[in-house]
């Protein structure tokens, strides 16, 4: 075990029940939802269990609400709070959008997730020759503030928290959000939400970039500042495990290199002479739940004792909100299957469960047809109903971690530990001794591509041997299933942005454009925090395209080198 690991000495006597006590005065002073916690039949259930005695890894274990958090980060688990049910979505055009968003908002979701198309995500206009055939296709097209006016009308931005999964153009985006929630007459001070943000994990796996690493930092650095100082409740960070489990990563990588993204973040965030109690908390994370039911959960409450050890030992934060990591879950996207669709509904309520019975803080569950196309309505409501049977019948958030102390999962959540310390450990010996060159280091030499490539490689060997068996495509393959409707993105939604966007940059004032771009391009080369001159663009209508493109002739674009 890495020398940041906690020992596995037993605790002093009494130790435990003076921890059980601890806990219940917390538990008892703290706000619980109004209902009864029983099971089915009736029996009465405590809120969290403990062992009878002395148990010599109950240190590592500990109570919920305390450190290391192996148990979760509130005294009350979800009889506080449920998860909130966070649905991805986002197709078409932004008006078209909107009507999905109040469809989740009335069947019962509990907050917004953005996914946006890919013009959008590279930073490019609807009228680039580059966006033709892609615009609305996996997500929503967005051109400038006037799209997020429509893509959120109707919905109060002041109370509905807002997810955006964008990386490379995620600071400009952020500056439309803000403006359409001034245009609402809402403060920004009062926003509440999180920006992916996260780029690391796009040279590490999704391969979603602008410019080189070094310049992304640069605005991640200013918009840190920016939250910290102007948005204490918004969180402009959210670094991504999900892609880089997508891309092929094992539990152990996908746990291991988040983590130290997130570390690298940290670190920035310090060079920036911020304090780490106060930016820390504006950190959130984004993990995948695969199909491996017992691994996911354990890789959730490793993932928790390992960043809470790390933000106090190593990086001296000293407040509990800036040891906690929150997150949020997707399930896996690559566990579904295009052959019999049916069966990725089963396959989805067993990966919501998973990351439930792992504290996830907000959920989204896929839809049945999402390894075809963009979700139907219908496909849609049933993954939102997954999560709300999930919350509502089956009783699994009457107990806080109700697995801890399982010698299965216990021993499962020490060994990814222990695996992602190893991880750590090879990073740090890539660079000058911080995470944070290492990683570039990694970066530069493709030592993460290589290593996510290799298991990814592996798990198709074993899939291509039978070793891994997926029901309907390499076992059980016979059915009656019939043809699945999807849902079609027609060209026309193509056509009418590009004419909106025409009818924009027509009515707007172009000087005031021109000069709103020559202030944010002279700002790109002081040491000023860019996040109010940008602001000052996008509140002139100026472009995704116009804006990115601004620094891209400042800073230059990135390609990765060949490798063979």
Not at 3 to 25: K, M, P
Not at 47 to 63: C, K, L, M, Q, T
Not at 109 to 124: E, I, N, Q, Y
Not at 150 to 171: C, K, Q
Request: charged share 25%; hydrophobic share 40%; proline share 4%.
């Amino acid at each position: 075990m890495n020398q940041h690991a906690t020992s596995g000495v037993s605790l002093e006597a009494g130790a435990i029940e003076a921890g059980r006590a601890r806990w219940q005065a917390r538990y008892d002073a703290a706000y619980k939802r109004d209902r009864e916690f029983r099971t089915l039949s009736g029996l009465e259930v405590d809120a969290v269990y403990g062992p009878p005695g002395d148990d010599p890894r109950f240190e590592r274990i500990g109570w919920p609400g305390e450190f290391p958090y192996t148990r979760g980060l509130y005294p009350t688990g979800y009889r506080g709070r449920p998860w909130t049910i966070r649905q991805f979505a986002g197709f078409g055009n932004a008006r078209q959008t909107n009507e999905r968003y109040k469809m989740i908002l009335e069947a019962g979701g509990g907050g917004l997730s953005v996914a946006f198309d890919m013009p959008t995500l590279m930073g490019r206009d609807t009228d680039d020759p580059r966006s033709a055939g892609e615009v609305g296709h996996c997500g929503v097209a967005v051109d400038s503030a006037l799209d997020m006016d429509l893509l959120f009308a109707g919905i109060p931005l002041g109370e509905v928290t807002t997810s955006m999964t964008i990386s490379g153009p995620a600071v400009p985006i952020f500056c439309m959000y803000v403006v359409a929630a001034e245009r609402q007459g809402v403060r920004a001070g009062k926003l509440n939400g999180t920006l992916q943000t996260d780029i690391f994990k796009e040279y590490i796996a999704q391969k979603e970039w602008l410019f080189a690493p070094e310049p992304h930092l640069r605005l991640i650095g200013d918009l840190m500042e920016f939250c910290a100082a102007e948005i204490p409740a918004y969180k402009p960070l959210s670094v991504s495990g999900y892609h880089i489990r997508e891309a092929g990563a094992t539990a152990a990588q996908e746990l291991a290199f988040t983590l130290a993204d997130g570390f690298g973040y940290v670190e920035l965030g310090l060079s920036r002479g911020l304090d780490v109690d106060v930016f820390a908390p504006g950190l959130s994370f984004f993990f995948d739940a695969h199909i491996d039911f017992f691994e996911e959960i354990a890789k959730f409450r490793a993932a928790r004792r390992i960043w809470a050890r790390w933000l106090r030992d190593v990086y001296g934060a000293r407040t509990e909100k800036a040891r906690w990591l929150r997150f949020h879950t997707q399930t896996a996207g690559v566990s579904l299957t295009a052959r019999q669709p049916d069966n990725n509904i089963v396959r989805t309520a067993i990966e919501a469960l998973a990351a439930v019975l792992g504290g996830t803080n907000s959920l989204h569950t896929n839809a049945l047809d999402e390894v075809l196309a963009l979700p139907s309505e219908k496909a849609a409501e049933i993954a939102l109903r997954t999560q709300q049977v999930i919350m509502e019948e089956t009783e699994a958030a009457n107990v806080i971690d109700p697995l801890g102390g399982s010698w299965y999962v216990e021993a499962l959540t020490d060994r990814l530990e222990s695996e992602a310390e190893a991880v750590f450990s090879r990073i740090r010996e890539m660079g000058a001794g911080d995470m944070t060159s290492g990683i570039l280091r990694g970066i530069e030499d493709g030592w993460f591509t290589s290593q996510i490539a290799e298991a990814a490689f592996e798990y198709q060997r074993k899939l291509e041997k039978g070793d891994k068996r997926i029901v309907g495509v390499n076992c059980h393959t016979a059915t009656v299933e019939e043809p699945l409707e999807i849902l079609r993105i027609s060209h026309e939604v193509e056509l009418e942005q590009r004419r909106a966007l025409a009818e924009r940059r027509a009515s707007r004032d172009a000087r005031a454009v021109d000069t709103a771009l020559a202030g944010l391009a002279s700002a790109s080369r002081t040491e000023e925090n860019m996040i109010p001159p940008m602001l000052d663009t996008v509140r002139v209508e100026a472009t995704l395209g116009e804006i990115c493109d601004v620094l891209r002739a400042e800073w230059g674009t990135y390609a990765e080198p060949a490798r063979f």
